[in-house]
């Protein structure tokens, strides 16, 4: 007996969220195993994928359409774009239903809602660091030495992770009363793939188009990771958006939708469960 | 239930003060924008359901602590709202200590995994550090008796091994406060045994458990005390055999369709009431069957409210189809039965050597008055229980066959009146 310790339920205690993150981790760990191990060559595959993706779009831009040819480093900065890209769509998508799937757990078990959605994100990025490992090695063959701007990298994921987390959690909560954000996401989704520099650089669209491209946080963060890692004479994200300060946009939706998720489970934890 | 009561002086484990909890129910639920756009937009008419209303109790450390009630009555949601699943509309919950919650045996088991990391995660889940999930994962598995099976993958486990992981992996949860929801209700007689065996074991630690479940036994043989809840409402607290005499009577009446807190005070005003009947081995354990040619015990409890001269105790054995297999009744020798005090507690037993052939039979004993003004049905519990006998062949219904018959005053409790 604990003697005297205060009712544990406060959830976000020193323990409350040390539980927090023993569960995500847990849930992540779990979700990891049984997607890779239960397959052949396991792991290779979620490395396959987006390389199979970067394969076939190669092919068509630079062959087919014919619109790669001249931009320094095409394949390069295409498969960065690519490895970054199906890092948000899949944990989006994902997230999208798991807090309805995990209907059982959350019903049983005391546990902060916003785990589920955070754990599926959290699987998807063990393989983007994977993924990422990919892609240095492949821009090391190509001949680009190391540089210190690599580093860049670091804040741009943490970035994107936080990014990813926002949407994940908005995404699963609003599946719970409405169901139609499955067709709707999906619809989203591809737009913001084609609307996001992937397959284009962002110097190839009109100067006017530019900028509202840019106050996508996706795009910026493509953008700045290409500059930073295959082309540094590439724009930065600051001279494609129109000069530093405009970057706040972006950023600012970033933080916008991680307070607005952090909000809304605030607020919907305690009802969560008997609405599932 | 003999086992020491838990000193009541220390600070309670679990406070649930005037708890209430409602159910915001959609009448028609729209899970699409084209069904809301249809629909019109206009509001969803919501239904509100009462699932708990004004609950208080309380729980000292060390106690077992059974909740009964019908299907429904709200015991699973008032074990979520301790849980803290569920949030309370009005009303405070207080836990004082560790709490773990076992609403289903192997909560997020995945069958793709084996049995290994299953244990490791539904210990984590139940509140149990990662280091000290992994650290418990042998003496998990060697309790489950699943050494040969540790790296099978669970989907390839039979129901049963599923459920002795599952289990093994809860008892090994060194949480001070149990939440146990109707778990006892899976495996096995041999498996049930082990449970029992180590709900014991949980009991004379010293923990703290809140315990929902059907199962009367279960709760006499295991509360210091219990709870009765009819529709979301505390009906009665305390001692375990009053307040599962109280479950049949709840029962029985239910299906006369009337009201429960209506029957308790009817029961208050009554005379005598029956509050359980059952059938025995010749060895006092409790049954469901008996094989047939094999002798019957068939008792029956009796309360009285106030004092009684000669009441007459009826048994009838009531054949499935309704048909009258045996009767007795301590009238029919002309016996007296004597006076009995208000609050008395009386067992009468009827044992025979059994002439009934295989089927389903019931017990509806009866407590009259046969003589003077208030002559007549004191309480009368048509089906109190049911029971099968076993084996094959036929063996006729003979009524009047050899019996005994005896009646024993067990003891007088307190009137709350």
């Known amino acids: 007996m604990t003697a005297g310790a205060a009712v544990e339920r406060q959830p976000l205690g020193a323990a409350g969220r040390r539980r927090f993150f023993q569960i995500l981790v847990a849930l992540s760990v779990t979700e990891f195993k049984t997607r890779y191990f239960g397959s052949v060559l396991g792991y290779v595959w979620s490395l396959m994928r987006p390389l199979m993706v970067f394969g076939v779009l190669y092919v068509v831009f630079t062959h087919v359409v014919r619109f790669g040819g001249n931009i320094e480093h095409y394949p390069l900065k295409l498969l960065l774009a690519i490895v970054l890209w199906s890092f948000f769509a899949e944990a989006t998508g994902a997230a999208l239903t798991s807090l309805v799937q995990r209907e059982g757990l959350l019903r049983k078990v005391p546990f902060p809602p916003a785990v589920v959605p955070l754990s599926v994100g959290l699987t998807a990025a063990f393989n983007l660091g994977l993924n990422l490992c990919v892609v240095l090695v492949f821009v090391l063959i190509t001949g680009i030495a190391p540089q210190a701007a690599w580093l860049e990298l670091i804040p741009l994921v943490v970035c994107l992770l936080a990014l990813t987390a926002a949407v994940s959690m908005l995404l699963a909560v609003l599946y719970v009363p409405f169901r139609d954000m499955a067709p709707i996401w999906e619809v989203v989704t591809q737009m913001l793939f084609w609307g996001t520099p992937i397959i284009y650089v962002i110097v190839t669209v009109p100067a006017s188009v530019r900028e509202i491209l840019m106050m996508n946080p996706l795009a910026v963060i493509i953008e700045q990771a290409r500059h930073a890692i295959v082309d540094s004479s590439a724009p930065s994200a600051a001279d494609s958006i129109g000069g530093a300060p405009l970057l706040l946009i972006p950023f600012g939706i970033v933080v916008a939708l991680l307070a607005a998720s952090v909000a809304l489970y605030r607020r919907a934890e305690g009802t969560l469960a008997e609405r599932l | ?417």
């Open chain 2, 1 to 417: 239930m003999t086992a020491q009561q838990p000193s009541g002086d220390r600070q309670p484990a679990i406070v649930v003060d005037s708890v209430t909890k409602r159910f915001r129910v959609p009448r028609e639920r729209y899970h699409t924008i084209k069904e809301r756009v249809l629909h019109g937009f206009r509001r969803t008419r919501w239904e509100v359901l009462e699932g708990l209303h004004d609950v208080s109790f309380s729980v000292a450390p060390g106690e077992f602590f059974g909740v009964v009630g019908r299907n429904g009555s709200g015991k699973s949601t008032l074990l979520k709202c301790v849980a803290g699943i569920y949030r309370t509309d009005d009303g405070e919950i207080g836990v004082n200590g560790r709490l773990s919650t076992f609403i289903e045996l192997g909560v997020g088991f995945n069958p793709d995994l084996a049995a290994e990391d299953n244990v490791v995660l539904n210990a984590i889940l139940l509140g149990l550090d990662p280091k000290e999930a992994r650290k418990r994962v042998d003496s998990v598995i060697d309790f489950a008796g699943l050494e040969e099976f540790r790296d099978l993958k669970l989907k390839n486990y039979s129901s049963g091994m599923y459920v002795r992981l599952a289990f093994a992996v809860m008892i090994q949860v060194d949480a001070d406060i149990l939440l146990i929801d109707e778990v006892l209700a899976v495996g096995d007689a041999a498996f049930q045994h082990k449970c029992y065996t180590e709900f014991e074991r949980l009991r004379d630690e010293g923990r703290t458990i809140l315990f929902v479940t059907h199962d009367m036994q279960a709760v006499n043989r295991f509360c210091h005390r219990a709870l009765l809840l009819e529709r979301g409402e505390v009906i009665a607290i305390g001692d375990p055999k009053e307040v599962t005499g109280k479950y049949m009577a709840v029962n029985f009446r239910e299906e006369r369709g009337a009201d429960a807190t209506e029957l308790m005070g009817e029961l208050a005003d009554r005379a005598a009431y029956v509050t359980d009947a059952w059938l025995e081995t010749e060895h006092g354990e409790r049954r469901e069957y008996a094989a047939a040619g094999d002798p019957v015990v068939c008792k029956v409890l009796v309360n009285f409210n106030w004092p009684l001269e000669d009441p007459a105790l009826t048994l009838v054995i009531e054949s499935d189809s309704g048909a009258v297999a045996f009767a007795t009744s301590s009238a029919w020798n002309g016996c007296r039965t004597g006076r009995f005090e208000a609050g008395e507690q009386v067992l009468f037993t009827v044992s025979f050597e059994s002439f009934l052939s295989p089927g389903r039979y019931y017990l509806s004993p009866q407590v009259a008055l046969l003589e003077g003004e208030t002559a007549g049905v004191v309480d009368r519990r048509d089906r109190a229980a049911g029971f099968v006998v076993t084996g094959a062949g036929e063996h006729g219904p003979a009524a009047g066959a050899a019996h005994e018959f005896s009646i024993e005053r067990v003891g007088v409790r307190e009137l709350s009146a």
